[in-house]
């Protein structure tokens, strides 16, 4: 639309971290050449660096840092749902969640130390294994 109403032109862009610049050049036909006719409008924007002004920490980080935790929560939850499902597979957990949550009143360290002297049932080798995750 420019170019129908006041000739070719080029459109210089600075793009930087907090600001883009911008400016238009009206070009006209030398020979075989396109040369600098005159300038058009040009301007600067300037948004805010993402930095609160007090401290100069970045307003994300809050939000980072909560997502790292939710991550970490989800990824953590996800390997015991995992290691669940392989002890109920091999047999040292049991299939129902009842039972299961019997079994979590075991301390599992008094587990861990009577399996040094003599055999556990396998379901309690499965609470010791499971305390390890």
């Known amino acids: 639309m420019?170019?129908?109403?006041f000739g070719p032109y080029r459109l210089g862009l600075d793009i930087g971290s907090n600001s883009i610049g911008w400016f238009i050049v009206w070009l006209e036909r030398d020979g075989d050449k396109w040369r600098p006719k005159g300038t058009g409008?040009?301007?600067?924007r300037v948004?805010?660096?993402?930095?609160?002004?007090?401290s100069g920490a970045s307003n994300a980080a809050d939000r980072r840092?909560?997502?790292?935790?939710?991550?970490?929560?989800d990824r953590f939850v996800d390997r015991q749902k995992t290691l669940?499902?392989?002890?109920?597979?091999?047999?040292?957990?049991?299939?129902d969640v009842a039972a299961?949550?019997?079994?979590?009143?075991?301390?599992?360290?008094?587990?861990?130390a009577a399996a040094i002297d003599g055999p556990l049932p396998a379901h309690h080798v499965g609470r010791a294994l499971f305390h390890l995750n």
């Open 2 to 5: 420019l170019e129908k109403r």
């Open 41 to 44: 409008p040009g301007g600067v």
């Open 47 to 54: 948004y805010s660096d993402g930095r609160d002004p007090q």
């Open 65 to 73: 840092l909560a997502r790292g935790m939710r991550r970490r929560r």
């Open 84 to 95: 669940m499902e392989a002890l109920v597979a091999a047999g040292l957990m049991p299939g």
């Open 100 to 112: 299961r949550k019997a079994l979590e009143a075991l301390d599992p360290y008094e587990l861990r």
